[in-house]
């Protein structure tokens, strides 16, 4: 059960941004004890995927910044973010961490079950962020960009981090992120309601 949490965690952290993940865990299992990976995923630890991860991750980091580029790499990571949850899904139920010693056969890499899942997990956040941030940039009149893409950055991270050391609590953590992108949707939507009312109102 706990592997499963983990996946489920790097999946919803996919959704947010698909290389943090992926490079997340491609260098915790390339330089410390707190991942083990499956032999068929070994190659994630590969000096030149790490680079190219690495690349993706600086381009992704850097445009999602700027209003309407963020919208365009949403549009764009519509089908790389759900392909990175899926990975990491798999990834996480079939490998050793800090907290599964003994991950279940139940969900293996090798299924496409997992994958599937991980796909489906990484969906909502990736939903939830894509409808967001047009929102966001109109009411903030583009400044919360760069805000609310950082806030989304570091929350990728932890999670990614928590996922291996303690699922239990990154599940918590992943909640929360979803509860405060659904709260930040209806907060802009009810701010962009009252602009537009302010503005059809009548000259005294």
Same mark, same amino acid.
């Given at each position: 059960?706990?592997?499963?949490?983990?996946?489920?965690?790097?999946?919803?952290?996919?959704?947010?941004?698909?290389?943090?993940?992926?490079?997340?865990?491609?260098?915790?299992?390339?330089?410390?004890?707190?991942?083990?990976?499956?032999?068929?995923?070994?190659?994630?630890?590969?000096?030149?995927?790490?680079?190219?991860?690495?690349?993706?991750?600086?381009?992704?980091?850097?445009?999602?910044? $700027?209003?309407?580029?963020?919208?365009?790499?949403?549009?764009?990571?519509?089908?790389?973010?759900?392909?990175?949850?899926?990975?990491? $899904?798999?990834?996480?139920?079939?490998?050793?961490?800090?907290?599964?010693?003994?991950?279940?056969?139940?969900?293996?890499?090798?299924?496409?079950?997992?994958?599937?899942?991980?796909?489906?997990?990484?969906?909502?956040?990736?939903?939830?962020?894509?409808?967001?941030?047009?929102?966001?940039?109109?009411?903030?009149?583009?400044?919360?960009?760069?805000?609310?893409?950082?806030?989304?950055?570091?929350?990728?991270?932890?999670?990614?981090?928590?996922?291996?050391?303690?699922?239990?609590?990154?599940?918590?953590?992943?909640?929360?992120?979803?509860?405060?992108?659904?709260?930040?949707?209806?907060?802009?939507?009810?701010?962009?309601?009252?602009?537009?009312?302010?503005?059809?109102?009548?000259?005294?």
């Amino acid at each position: 059960m706990v592997e499963v949490i983990a996946g489920v965690v790097l999946a919803i952290a996919a959704g947010l941004n698909a290389y943090i993940p992926l490079l997340g865990v491609a260098l915790l299992a390339r330089f410390t004890p707190l991942i083990t990976l499956p032999e068929n995923w070994t190659w994630l630890e590969l000096d030149w995927v790490m680079w190219v991860l690495g690349g993706l991750l600086a381009l992704e980091v850097l445009v999602d910044k $700027f209003p309407v580029l963020d919208t365009v790499n949403d549009v764009l990571q519509t089908l790389v973010r759900p392909a990175s949850g899926g990975m990491v $899904f798999s990834i996480g139920v079939s490998s050793e961490t800090a907290a599964v010693t003994d991950p279940q056969a139940m969900l293996t890499s090798e299924g496409l079950w997992p994958f599937l899942i991980g796909i489906g997990v990484a969906l909502i956040p990736h939903v939830l962020k894509a409808i967001v941030r047009p929102v966001v940039n109109v009411v903030t009149g583009g400044a919360g960009a760069a805000v609310t893409s950082a806030a989304e950055d570091i929350g990728a991270v932890a999670l990614t981090v928590l996922a291996l050391v303690a699922p239990v609590a990154a599940l918590v953590g992943a909640v929360i992120v979803l509860i405060l992108l659904v709260r930040r949707l209806r907060r802009a939507i009810r701010r962009r309601r009252e602009a537009r009312a302010g503005r059809s109102l009548p000259a005294a």
